[in-house]
């Protein structure tokens, strides 16, 4: 009884199975207005896939040569970038094995992203290669699959350093006004022109008329709190920094 059961569902059912595989082969074959009158007034057509959970619009875009095709399925509802099990979009399989480059190129201006990998880790772009179509490879095409990297973003700038003119620097001290005082005392006098700094001694090369000298100078190397480098041509007006 169970065997008869089930031999009448396999009955049943085959004449949807033959629907459903007519509807495949006209969205791969046919022409727009074969398409229409198959698909017209027809229920659940962006759930039916094949056993490999492929689409009709897979198979459009596989094998259709018309991109009216693809933009009355994608009308209907079709995901343009749906995935197959495999990871396969149908711009992949457009640009994989439909000959014709304005299914893709359809396919991209309804939105299909030609970023996406499969699970060979391939993008459509990688795909291009093994199209039938030895002149397949069009620049226009090209640059749609390729698009630029994203510009990574600036890097943080930091704020200019204001910088002015110190009249005196406070190595031992700290500044307290035009002057400066001891860092265990407390300053009760506005900003003025003394700069906190320390002042370490560097050996420095300079030049003259007469040739080439070598002396000791204290140079002043301000604190963040005032940046200011005092050079040699500033305290020597006669002499060049080598």
């Given at each position: ?29 046919g022409t727009l207005d074969e398409v229409t009158e ?73 939105g299909a992203n030609p970023t996406v990998a499969n ?124």
């Open positions: 009884m169970r065997t008869f059961r089930a031999v009448m569902v396999v009955v049943a059912l085959a004449p949807i199975a033959k629907a459903q595989a007519d509807l495949f082969n006209v969205v791969r074959f198959a698909l017209e007034g027809a229920t659940g057509l962006t759930d039916m896939v094949d056993s490999y959970g492929q689409d009709l619009l897979v198979y459009a875009a596989n094998s259709n040569p018309d991109p009216e095709v693809v933009r009355y399925l994608i009308s209907l509802g079709f995901n343009v970038n749906m995935v197959t099990p495999e990871r396969w979009t149908p711009l992949m399989y457009a640009v994989r094995f439909n000959p014709e480059p304005l299914i893709a190129l359809a396919l991209l201006e309804l699970s060979a880790g391939q993008t459509a772009a990688d795909l291009v290669a093994d199209n039938p179509n030895p002149n397949y490879s069009t620049p226009s095409l090209l640059a749609r699959l390729s698009p630029p990297p994203p510009v990574a973003p600036a890097a943080p700038t930091r704020p200019p350093v204001q910088t002015r003119n110190c009249c005196r620097y406070c190595s031992t001290g700290q500044a307290c006004g035009d002057s400066c005082i001891s860092r265990s005392n407390t300053c009760r006098r506005g900003a003025g022109c003394a700069c906190n700094a320390v002042v370490p001694q560097q050996e420095i090369i300079v030049t003259a008329r007469a040739g080439l000298y070598r002396i000791d100078q204290v140079v002043a190397i301000a604190s963040v709190e005032c940046p200011v480098i005092v050079s040699a041509p500033r305290w020597f007006p006669h002499l060049s920094a080598a």
